[in-house]
């Protein structure tokens, strides 16, 4: 890393109705290193990023490129000039190839596609940066985690020079994060910068050089990593101290007392190709049992199979004792079957329609909230506003669309509606991803508190930190098998992330 300075952004003021996004924000990055951004959600790390990559004009403030003033009206203006942003919420179009996506909106590309070119090109830039992905898959064919090394090789592939990364390994495993790591210190060598923003303690200071906190629009301070830890950074994000420990249950989990059976069931995932391979699992009484892998797997086909999203080829999903009809999710909501979805804003919810329309999602046909085929709007607004109070969930009005809310407020949106129903189990995929610190001892909260009244937690994630502070039992995929189901008291990290990775280990089943 060099001291020469590759932005300088000085008093950024960013206002919103209502809202002071950025308040004065001081940030400052060198020339070849890592820099990480950290904040709760809401603290103003996506509008100062937005405002980098030209998609918002501050308010006051300056920017220097390079010791230049710059200013951008567009995000092709700051790609024009070397700055690229891979954001969390992807920007793909779904029906086009990845390639077809990696050169969409490029000046360069000529009227007439070269397809074998271009998937050539984007081929050996995967391998070059170690991102396995097929060029010619439909982005709606891959999983959250492709589709994350997609965007990553978007920017790569227009020569950014600095780069802003989104949570960029919030769908992979502890080795595939190390991978990208080594993958962003060949990038400073090369003479990249990278903005690394992450919720993830433990990989800002594994990868980054530098970081900077924000906390209500403002700079908190910016630190050397070598001088900081998890628990001081932590603080300074949510301005209390936090606790990294394993959650504590109340209520000893009922292993025996089944809710949830999954017997040899195979699916399909979105290419027609066999994604399950005769899963056979069980959830007992008030028990989380984990799910670790690595994004691509099966596990969001599992999902999907069990929430009757998808059909399943073989087997079977009972919940206690009764078998649901296979591909039906209105049977699986009233079997009993809760789920909070990987992609929240897409699948879980709708997310230009409000709050109180998204609670009763799953309600509106009961007696309560509609008659005679009518919605009864004020019994909607005033079971909304229970559950926003009940939850804590910070929105202007019941009235206001969830796409406004920060990630946090989202999930909690979510997790109200998905309780309110008053399931038997939950299925929990990724419920964390993307969030900060607070939201996600939050949401973690929430969950351990279900599971102590008696609900069943099947807890899908990438996460290991998140898999061990809160599973009972941890089951660990790959290519669609369960190769282990281990006791949590007895799981470690190495072995677990090992068995992610494909490695045979002895294991208990």
């Known amino acids: 890393m060099t001291n020469t300075i590759a932005v300088q952004m000085s008093g950024v003021v960013k206002r919103f109705p209502g809202v002071v996004a950025n308040d004065g924000v001081e940030f400052t990055l060198l020339r070849g290193e890592v820099h990480a951004l950290l904040g709760e959600n809401g603290a103003g790390k996506s509008t100062l990023s937005n405002i980098l990559t030209g998609l918002y004009r501050p308010d006051e403030g300056t920017i220097a490129l390079n010791g230049a003033p710059v200013s951008f009206s567009s995000p092709r203006d700051a790609l024009n000039a070397g700055i690229g942003m891979v954001h969390q919420h992807f920007r793909l179009v779904e029906t086009f ?45 891959l999983s959250v985690g492709e589709q994350q090394r997609v965007e990553i090789l978007k920017v790569l592939y227009r020569g950014a020079q600095v780069l802003i990364l989104d949570e960029p390994t919030a769908v992979l495993t502890p080795i595939e994060a190390d991978a990208l790591f080594r993958t962003l210190r060949a990038m400073t060598a090369e003479g990249r910068t990278v903005i690394f923003i992450s919720h993830k303690l433990d990989e800002v200071m594994a990868v980054s050089d530098r970081i900077t906190v924000l906390r209500g629009g403002r700079t908190v301070g910016t630190v050397d990593t070598s001088s900081t830890n998890k628990r001081d950074l932590a603080s300074m994000m949510v301005g209390r101290n936090v606790e990294f420990t394993r959650v504590q249950r109340k209520t000893p989990a009922q292993a025996n007392d089944v809710v949830l059976h999954v017997e040899n069931l195979g699916g399909h995932d979105d290419r027609g190709r066999d994604a399950l391979h005769g899963i056979t699992l069980t959830v007992g009484r008030g028990e989380i049992v984990g799910v670790a892998g690595v994004a691509g797997n099966g596990q969001r086909e599992l999902a999907e199979v069990i929430a009757g999203m998808r059909h399943a080829t073989t087997g079977s999903v009972s919940v ?190």
């Open 320 to 509: 206690e004792g009764k078998v649901l009809q296979s591909g039906k999710a209105r049977a699986a909501i009233s079997g009993g079957i809760a789920h909070v979805p990987e992609d929240r804003l897409h699948t879980g919810l709708a997310a230009g329609h409000s709050v109180e329309d998204n609670l009763a999602l799953k309600s509106y046909r009961s007696s309560l909230l509609s008659r005679f085929g009518l919605l009864r709007r004020q019994a909607m607004r005033d079971g909304a506003t229970e559950l926003v109070e009940r939850y804590d969930v910070k929105t202007p009005s019941t009235q206001t669309a969830v796409r406004l809310l920060s990630g946090g407020n989202v999930q909690k949106v979510l997790l109200a509606r998905e309780f309110s129903t008053g399931p038997k189990i939950l299925i929990a995929a990724s419920p964390t991803r993307g969030l900060d610190v607070g939201a996600i001892e939050s949401v973690r909260e929430r969950l351990v508190e279900a599971a102590d009244g008696g609900l069943g937690v099947l807890l899908i994630s990438e996460d290991l930190d998140e898999i061990m502070s809160l599973a009972d039992r941890i089951a660990v995929m790959y290519e669609g098998r369960i190769v282990a189901v281990i006791p949590a008291e007895s799981a470690d990290r190495e072995t677990i992330g090992l068995l992610m990775g494909g490695s045979q280990l002895e294991a208990t089943s």
């Open 97 to 141: 190839s990845v390639a077809e996506n990696v050169v969409l909106g490029n000046p360069d590309t000529a009227f007439l596609l070269d397809t074998a070119a271009i998937n050539e090109r984007v081929k050996e830039l995967a391998a070059r940066y170690d991102m396995a992905v097929d060029p010619e898959a439909r982005v709606w064919q």
